[in-house]
């Protein structure tokens, strides 16, 4: 371990993965994307939605996992990730129960399947346990 890097318990780290890499980083990816796009190919703009949540998820896990493999010390990453989901998981369905009876519902489950699976698969990915890569 090096001098930067600090140990963290499982939970904290996954709290802050989730909020860089699940819930701030895809918010601001996918808006971006929305408002650029969305004007341009305005007929598909809601088929748009689930894309610019997976690469809004995706760039957002990817960032923050390079953040945390590079200044906190991860004993067992997949522990992590675990937890990372679940918080992920949990929002989104407290999201979809305030979302409940909206017109835009079936998005917006679709929407939290994409997020979920893009998620944990890029955690996964770029999240490794150990010393910085």
């Known amino acids: 371990m090096s001098t930067l890097q600090k140990a963290l318990p ?10 860089v890499g699940g819930f701030v980083l895809p918010y601001v990816i996918s808006m971006a994307i929305m ?8 007929f598909f703009a809601i088929w748009l939605s689930p894309v610019a949540t997976l690469v809004g998820v ?3 896990a990817m960032l923050s996992a ?3 493999n590079k200044f906190f010390s991860i004993s067992d990453s997949n522990k992590v ?3 990372a989901t679940v918080y992920y998981v949990l929002f989104s369905l407290a999201y979809l129960v305030t979302a409940f009876g909206s017109a835009m519902l079936l998005f917006h489950v679709a929407n939290a399947v994409v997020g979920s699976i893009a998620f944990y698969v890029a ?3 770029f999240l490794r ?3 910085a890569v």
């Open 35 to 42: 408002l650029v796009l969305a004007p341009l190919l305005y």
């Open 123 to 125: 955690s996964k990915k």
């Open 81 to 83: 990730i675990r937890i």
């Open 10 to 19: 499982s939970w904290l780290t996954a709290a802050a993965h989730y909020l």
């Open 129 to 131: 346990s150990g010393a």
């Open 58 to 60: 995706w760039v957002g």
């Open 66 to 68: 390079r953040l945390i």
